[in-house]
């Protein structure tokens, strides 16, 4: 058995990014930038105005002129042609170019109109190029805006469009096949047997695997038995990832290892000191294009808390995500918590924020098989060992999202 942060190590070790892909800018949300953006327009484009207002010499405000002679009136989107002259503004909205002679503008609410002049009623000081946003203020041509490696966030998005990139290169996301194995199972939509239970695992790792972007390719159900569990592990592999649910333990029937084995899938680990999850498998069939393939234990919360924690490390390591690890954080217990387990224990809890101060009260969580516990928890409380721990004590936490 290795522990946690071991497992981590191997797969960022063993994953290697993926290709990328050309997408259209409006698809490419939470994609990972696979190129560095430089600008290629200076931003403003014009000297603009900041506010509505009256476009002025501000040479004429120091010498005491308080009101001017308007002289014509500027939209956002048009220009004008005229070079303002001593005494005279302009009035201009927010966004417009500066015209000629203009070097401040007053905003409206500091005016007072009165046919055709206008009153300037502040007495502060204007300076040059009061309320006015100089041209390549914001980004200049030739700057490197956004680099590779950026998962790209809604202003990203914003100021590519701003560069005219109605397209760009991104990592592929991993196409992710769910191969859920047991002759105790039944579909979804079916009503079980003596004995027998739905198949639960699939779509949960398949709404897992679309939380984070990517494409799920469930395959249905493997029987225990050598035939059946080749055919589907042959079709899974086709996907970048395979993730099996089940036959990973040490019983009669758990044949996933064994199978993965003859289809040339090299085993990097199997079993983690970890609850729920220590029987986890990893491997990878290495080739030109490497599929990389979990087994994941058959018990729900399992399955689901190896997802967060080994999977998701996968996936954002192909993605080309700089820290693949997942990321932990410090919150208080709110009640006290007495931790039996002789492994490190990823707790279904539920986080809270009071201030600035975050809060984990664990769940009452029965075990691996207790699915229901977990649906009121937006996170996993990490007890890296057995003990007492008393209220206001900090862990770790992995938030769920």
Same mark, same amino acid.
């Given at each position: 058995?290795?522990?946690?942060?071991?497992?981590?190590?191997?797969?960022?070790?063993?994953?290697?990014?993926?290709?990328?892909?050309?997408?259209?800018?409006?698809?490419?949300?939470?994609?990972?930038?696979?190129?560095?953006?430089?600008?290629?327009?200076?931003?403003?484009?014009?000297?603009?105005?900041?506010?509505?207002?009256?476009?002025?010499?501000?040479?004429?405000?120091?010498?005491?002129?308080?009101?001017?002679?308007?002289?014509?009136?500027?939209?956002?989107?048009?220009?004008?042609?005229?070079?303002?002259?001593?005494?005279?503004?302009?009035?201009?909205?927010?966004?417009?170019?500066?015209?000629?002679? +203009?070097?401040?503008?007053?905003?409206?609410?500091?005016?007072?109109?009165?046919?055709s002049d206008v009153e300037?009623?502040?007495?502060?000081?204007?300076?040059?190029?009061?309320?006015?946003?100089?041209?390549?203020?914001?980004?200049?041509?030739?700057?490197?805006?956004?680099?590779?490696?950026?998962?790209?966030?809604?202003?990203?998005?914003?100021?590519?469009?701003? &560069?005219?990139?109605?397209?760009?290169?991104?990592?592929?996301?991993?196409?992710?096949?769910?191969?859920?194995?047991?002759?105790?199972?039944?579909? +979804?939509?079916?009503?079980?047997?003596?004995?027998?239970?739905?198949?639960?695992?699939?779509?949960?790792?398949?709404?897992?695997?679309?939380?984070?972007?990517?494409?799920?390719?469930?395959?249905?159900?493997?029987?225990?038995?050598?035939?059946?569990?080749?055919?589907?592990?042959?079709?899974?592999?086709?996907?970048?990832i395979l993730c099996l649910?089940?036959?990973?333990?040490?019983?009669?029937?758990? &044949?996933?290892?064994?199978?993965?084995?003859?289809?040339?899938?090299?085993? +990097?680990?199997?079993?983690?000191?970890?609850?729920?999850?220590?029987?986890?498998?990893?491997?990878?069939?290495?080739?030109?294009?490497?599929?990389?393939?979990?087994?994941?234990?058959?018990?729900?919360?399992?399955?689901?808390?190896?997802?967060?924690?080994?999977?998701?490390?996968?996936?954002?390591?192909?993605?080309?995500?700089?820290?693949?690890?997942?990321?932990?954080?410090?919150?208080?217990?709110?009640?006290?918590?007495?931790?039996?387990?002789?492994?490190?224990?990823?707790?279904?809890?539920?986080?809270?924020?009071?201030?600035?101060? +975050?809060?984990?009260?664990?769940?009452?969580?029965?075990?691996?098989?207790?699915?229901?516990?977990?649906?009121?928890?937006?996170? &996993?409380?990490?007890?890296?060992?057995?003990?007492?721990?008393?209220?206001?004590?900090?862990?770790?936490?992995?938030?769920?999202?």
């Amino acid at each position: 058995m290795i522990s946690i942060q071991a497992a981590w190590d191997l797969i960022e070790n063993s994953v290697a990014p993926g290709p990328d892909q050309t997408v259209r800018l409006m698809n490419a949300l939470g994609c990972v930038l696979a190129e560095d953006v430089h600008c290629t327009i200076n931003s403003p484009p014009f000297d603009k105005s900041m506010m509505d207002g009256f476009g002025i010499k501000s040479a004429d405000f120091a010498s005491g002129l308080r009101t001017f002679c308007i002289v014509g009136e500027l939209m956002a989107g048009h220009t004008s042609q005229h070079v303002l002259q001593s005494g005279e503004a302009i009035q201009i909205m927010t966004g417009a170019p500066i015209p000629a002679g +203009v070097d401040a503008v007053i905003q409206v609410e500091e005016t007072k109109q009165n046919g055709s002049d206008v009153e300037i009623t502040t007495d502060r000081l204007i300076e040059p190029h009061h309320n006015i946003v100089k041209c390549g203020e914001s980004m200049r041509v030739g700057e490197t805006l956004v680099t590779s490696g950026k998962q790209l966030q809604p202003q990203d998005i914003g100021l590519l469009a701003e &560069l005219g990139r109605h397209e760009i290169l991104v990592r592929r996301p991993p196409t992710i096949a769910v191969l859920a194995t047991g002759d105790e199972l039944v579909p +979804v939509d079916a009503e079980p047997g003596a004995g027998q239970i739905r198949n639960s695992n699939e779509p949960m790792l398949a709404a897992q695997i679309a939380r984070v972007g990517c494409q799920p390719v469930p395959i249905g159900i493997a029987r225990d038995n050598r035939e059946d569990l080749h055919a589907k592990i042959t079709q899974g592999l086709k996907a970048d990832i395979l993730c099996l649910s089940g036959g990973v333990s040490a019983g009669k029937k758990d &044949l996933v290892p064994s199978e993965l084995a003859r289809a040339g899938v090299v085993e +990097v680990f199997h079993r983690v000191a970890l609850k729920p999850g220590k029987p986890i498998w990893f491997g990878v069939l290495k080739g030109e294009h490497p599929r990389y393939v979990f087994g994941l234990p058959g018990n729900p919360v399992s399955s689901f808390v190896c997802f967060e924690l080994f999977v998701r490390a996968a996936i954002r390591r192909w993605i080309g995500l700089c820290d693949s690890t997942p990321r932990l954080q410090q919150a208080k217990l709110s009640q006290p918590f007495s931790m039996t387990s002789n492994r490190p224990t990823l707790f279904p809890s539920a986080v809270s924020r009071n201030g600035s101060e +975050v809060w984990v009260t664990p769940s009452l969580w029965k075990g691996s098989f207790d699915l229901r516990a977990t649906i009121e928890s937006n996170a &996993l409380a990490y007890f890296h060992e057995a003990g007492e721990y008393r209220e206001g004590d900090d862990i770790e936490v992995l938030q769920l999202h």
